[in-house]
């Protein structure tokens, strides 16, 4: 592991520049649930391949809980879509296998992905990076992060580079859960407006790979376009307005671990990170036709 020196207390991070270090590394965490791998690896220990191998790899280190909890922690998939999935995955697998064939998973799409540079020093550099930043973490309030937090730190700097990218993307995630539901988006309400943003999945792909049936999407449209917030598909003043703010909001929640880094160390990560989610991109990680613009 590279040794890190300790952060200076003034140089203080922005929420842009903490931003920016989610998305350069969100990828290096989120590229498995498109790969390969994790199908082969969960279905070798007896998951169902598809989405059954998503529900149960993310929920495992939560232990084996009901739909309900799922539901809750993942926030924006149709609540009758994983209530078929768990707690039936918990049946055919337990927690414990499931963890240790998407550590296996990680490193196998990770290798495959990133060929020689899965090897080079960047990579132990940006997982000592982000261990340290997860330092920080806490678990109070984010169940998500503190399940996968309970687990211990994997061998090696490839897969502790994920290990650390997953806990770093929990932690901002169960945070924006927050904020989303303090500015009143409803899971599908959050996915449609984020579609519309056209930073995210696209509108039928949002709509498919989280379970929503024709009536479900286009009651949540109409609930949206009566807040004034979406018409004709696409986000109103007051819902880009939203939708900043949100994002703002979630920045901020999410600042501790850059904080403790400080702004040079930050810049780092973005540094380190950036080429190494292009490289994933660059080598097919995600499929054609799922992202917006």
């Known amino acids: 592991m590279v040794s890190v020196d300790r952060p200076d207390p003034a140089a203080a991070v922005e929420p842009a520049l903490a931003n920016r270090a989610h998305r350069a590394i969100e990828p290096l965490h989120n590229h498995l649930y498109f790969a390969p791998e994790q199908d082969e690896?969960?279905?070798?220990?007896g998951v169902r391949p598809g989405r059954m191998c998503y529900f149960a790899g993310r929920a495992a280190p939560m232990g084996a809980v009901g739909p309900g909890v799922v539901?809750?922690?993942?926030?924006?998939?149709?609540?009758?879509?994983v209530a078929r999935l768990?707690?039936?995955a918990w049946t055919l697998a337990t927690p414990e296998q499931v963890i240790a064939a998407r550590l296996d998973a990680a490193r196998a799409s990770l290798t495959r992905l990133l060929g020689d540079a899965a090897t080079g020093p960047e990579i132990e550099e940006l997982a000592g990076l982000l261990r340290e930043a997860c330092g920080a973490l806490t678990p109070e309030g984010r169940p998500l992060y503190a399940g996968h937090a309970d687990q211990?730190?994997?061998?090696?700097p490839?897969?502790?580079?994920?290990?650390?990218?997953?806990?770093?993307?929990e932690h901002r995630g169960d945070g924006h859960i927050a904020v989303l539901i303090r500015h009143g988006l409803s899971g599908i309400e959050a996915l449609q407006t984020h579609s519309a943003t056209g930073r995210g999945f696209t509108p039928a792909a949002a709509q498919a790979l989280r379970g929503y049936t024709d009536e479900e999407w286009a009651a949540a449209a109409?609930?949206?376009a009566d807040r004034g917030l979406v018409a004709d598909g696409d986000l109103t003043e007051a819902g880009q307005q939203l939708r900043a703010d949100v994002e703002s909001e979630t920045d901020v929640l999410a600042l501790a671990p850059w904080q403790h880094l400080g702004a040079e160390r930050t810049a780092r990560v973005v540094e380190l990170g950036k080429p190494l989610s292009a490289r994933l991109a660059g080598a097919g990680a995600y499929p054609d036709g799922v992202f917006g613009r």
């Open 41 to 45: 690896h969960l279905t070798a220990v």
């Open 86 to 88: 768990i707690p039936r």
């Open 71 to 81: 539901t809750a922690t993942f926030y924006n998939f149709s609540p009758t879509l």
């Open 152 to 156: 211990p730190w994997p061998e090696g």
């Open 222 to 224: 109409a609930g949206l």
């Open 158 to 169: 490839l897969l502790q580079l994920w290990h650390g990218a997953t806990l770093l993307r």
